[in-house]
């Protein structure tokens, strides 16, 4: 079993729209949570850090599930530059390394 | 913004031959990452420093790949011989204490013919 799991997608949404999106994580351990966006032929990028009681920032908000062991990100009033791979990344608490989901694409269409 | 720089951008060269990439961490940040990405395999992690010193090269192919951080400005990941099955992606990364978030350089996009 994967350490991180995301569903692929891809999420195909107009502008404005609403879109959410979870990852599974199975070391019950894991410590930090966070979202990255890949773009294509880019590196990831930092979106959020996702923390124990729920955050937001701007137009995107993350939760944290820990008794299912799941985080989402929700997108809303979506924008075509909100097109991208969204990594669900973890880390466990006495190990520096992350481990990355393999992304949900998100595609907003005009 | 401090960034985490990689030399060099893009590389092609043919099978056989010695690669290295290079990687000048955020300054303050003391665990250096090295990792590959390609289509089929998303993002892979190749091997990683703390203060330097290498933690984990699990995912490394030992034969050919090596990885070293001479001084705390500079991590090298070194493939010799090359081969064409190594044409991707070559990330570095570096974070802060804790668990702290990492930080990815552009990257090198490397391809072996």
């Known amino acids: 079993r994967k350490e991180v799991e995301q569903d692929p997608g891809p999420f195909n949404v107009p502008e404005g729209a609403t879109v959410a999106f979870n990852c599974t994580y199975s070391n019950s351990a894991s410590q930090s949570f966070f979202w990255y966006r890949q773009d294509c032929r880019k590196e990831p990028k930092l979106l959020m850090s996702?923390?124990?009681s729920g955050n937001e920032d701007g137009r995107f908000t993350a939760q944290l599930n820990r008794a299912s062991q799941y985080i989402s990100l929700l997108i809303r009033d979506s924008k075509l530059s909100d097109s991208a791979t969204y990594l669900c990344?973890?880390?466990?608490?006495?190990?520096?390394?992350?481990?990355f989901g393999a992304g949900t694409t998100v595609t907003v269409r005009a | 913004d401090a960034r985490v720089t990689q030399t060099p951008r893009h590389k092609v060269t043919e099978m056989g031959q010695e690669v290295t990439m290079r990687c000048q961490p955020i300054?303050?940040?003391?665990?250096v990452f090295w990792y590959r990405q390609t289509m089929m395999q998303g993002l892979e992690l190749l091997a990683y420093f703390r203060n330097r010193a290498p933690l984990d090269d699990s995912g490394m192919p030992k034969d050919r790949f090596s990885a070293e951080m001479p001084d705390a400005t500079l991590a090298t990941l070194k493939i010799q011989p090359s081969e064409p099955r190594d044409s991707a992606v070559y990330f570095c990364?570096?974070?802060?204490?804790?668990?702290?978030?990492?930080?990815f350089g552009d990257g090198t996009r490397l391809s072996i013919l």
């Open positions: 996702v923390y124990s």
């Open positions: 300054l303050g940040h003391n665990t």
């Open positions: 990344v973890v880390n466990s608490a006495n190990d520096y390394k992350l481990s």
């Open positions: 990364a570096s974070g802060g204490q804790g668990n702290q978030p990492q930080h």
